[in-house]
RNA sequence: GUGGGCGUAGCUCAAUGGGCAGAGCACUGGUCUGUGGAACCAGGUGUUACGGGUUCGAGCCCCGUCGUCCACCCCA
């Protein structure tokens, strides 16, 4: 019979046990400081209509919505794209929703781009918004977040960069650019740390920028400049473009917060060459790089004041951030990130069969496990005590349980501790006492 | 969507200038009844990605398709 190959659609992985390890390790630090941060959980469908993700994520974007079909269907659906935009949609749909509204949301979006590092057609966001506020407060506050989730993670190095909108939007009107070609203006900035400044005053005589203006442009952009000195110089500088100085209060305002808020100097700077892609955004934009693997952003997100307003006449005020999951396990591999008790395997315990007279035996003292709450796999066969020892190792099983003729007249059982090669004999009625205190310390993020 | 590299066993890779399908690991079954990733035996390890062309003869050369990786665009 002709079998059929197994294999996934162009840019989808399965995600083994042992990834999945350490995936729940990672996710578990990213929810439990989500709650912290007095946000609350949120699911909506992988599936929306068309009509609700069309036209808020720019041109460029669109072109890589899923979109769905089934046969016969009247709804036109397409797969999210991303969790920001389902969020106004529901808070659009349920008005009664106390504000500001804290969510967070952790699911997989769908981009039919074509895969590469760091790239897939489907991934993992973590999502933390706040709607209903216009406070710089609240994109503080998704500042320290990101911060708290990486230093959590135990991230040494990474660099949260922030700017403006309006100010980007100020810069472009300071710059004389017609309305059209503004996106393209944009775009030549964002790739300021990228290609050099040298490459971009090229790019943008290209585009027919009068040399002067260059000139005067990359001078406010300084790349070098600390912070509060480029928006000081900024401040003067656009002195008649009133959108510009609402942008440069709004930033001015937010860092006033970050420190009181626990994040150190040298996690973020004010990039005013940094960008983002998305349409909606309005306000402060936010992203962070890391510099050891190249692989892009880890973080992304801003201010999206406008979107609830596209589902209802009443609109609010949003901010929030994205963590990407996938990215940041990707360069905690690479660098070995984890903590050594974060094993291969969430299988805490193997029970072994001595022989079929003591089955019963095992069977009582794995049940007895259980109801402690540990994590049990019993061995199926009565193979050799060697060869269950070898089936715990390799599947990084890391207690192996032994009740055999001498155990069972002592009323104890054997633990066999494999990472540290060592066994102790333990009474029946302590066993799952003594293994609990074993695991009570496991993989627990460390305190700030 | 644009450009480039690469496609041999499940995985990592060999195969003289065109001349008979290879290794390690993994996998499946078996042997082994008190302790370490074992050994031994047996076994799929495969239309050399697919289709066409050149040739007496193609894993190798040419064309196309598909897949994959990388860069660009953009992004997490």
């Not at 937010?254 to 973020?268: M, N």
């Not at 940094?274 to 790089?289: F, H, S």
């Not at 406008?306 to 994205?322: I, M, R």
């Not at 008790?341 to 003292?365: K, P």
Request: charged residues 25%.
């Amino acid at each position: 019979m002709e079998v059929i190959q197994p294999r996934l659609p162009k840019g989808m992985r399965d995600i083994l046990p042992r990834q999945m390890v350490l995936r729940q390790y990672v996710l578990g630090i990213v929810e439990r400081t989500f709650a912290e941060f007095g946000f609350e959980p949120l699911i909506t469908p992988s599936v929306e209509l068309a009509e609700i993700l069309l036209g808020k994520y720019g041109a460029e974007a669109e072109k890589l919505i899923f979109m769905v079909q089934h046969r016969g269907g009247k709804e036109k659906l397409a797969l999210r794209y991303d969790l920001s935009v389902p969020l106004s949609r529901v808070v659009a749909q349920y008005p009664d929703l106390p504000k500001p509204f804290r969510r967070y949301q952790i699911a997989p979006v769908w981009r039919a781009e074509r895969p590469q590092k760091g790239r897939y057609r489907e991934f993992w966001q973590c999502d933390a918004d706040i709607v209903g506020s216009s406070s710089m407060l609240a994109d503080a506050e998704i500042i320290a977040l990101i911060y708290t989730v990486l230093q959590r993670l135990g991230f040494q190095q990474f660099v949260i960069r922030i700017n403006d909108r309006k100010i980007l939007s100020g810069i472009g009107q300071y710059s004389g650019v017609p309305e059209a070609q503004l996106p393209e203006l944009y775009r030549t900035i964002d790739k300021l740390d990228k290609i050099g400044i040298e490459a971009v005053r090229e790019e943008l005589q290209a585009s027919g920028l009068a040399g002067q203006m260059i000139d005067r442009l990359l001078a406010l952009l300084q790349p070098g400049k600390d912070g509060q000195a480029a928006l000081d110089d900024l401040r003067r500088e656009l002195m008649d473009y009133p959108l510009a100085q609402e942008g440069i209060a709004e930033l001015t305002e937010l860092l006033s917060y970050l420190p009181s808020l626990g994040v150190k100097d040298g996690f973020y700077r004010v990039d005013l060459a940094m960008v983002r892609g998305l349409d909606y955004y309005t306000g402060p934009i936010y992203e962070t790089v890391v510099e050891k693997p190249r692989i892009g952003s880890i973080t992304g997100g801003g201010r999206f004041d406008g979107l609830v307003g596209k589902f209802s006449v009443q609109s609010y005020p949003a901010t929030g951030t994205t963590i990407g999951i996938e990215r940041i396990l990707d360069v905690m591999e690479e660098l070995r990130m984890f903590p050594s008790d974060v094993g291969e395997t969430t299988v805490q315990v193997l029970v072994t069969v001595f022989n079929a007279d003591l089955m019963h035996e095992s069977l009582r003292l794995l049940t007895a496990l259980r109801s402690a709450g540990l994590r049990c796999e019993l061995y199926y066969d009565t193979d050799p005590l060697g060869t269950q020892i070898r089936y715990a190792l390799k599947k990084g099983i890391p207690f192996v349980a032994i009740v055999g003729p001498d155990e069972l007249a002592s009323a104890q059982v054997t633990l066999r501790n494999l990472p540290l090669k060592s066994q102790v004999q333990v009474a029946r009625s302590e066993v799952s006492e003594f293994l609990r205190r074993q695991f009570a310390s496991e993989a627990t993020p460390p305190p700030l």
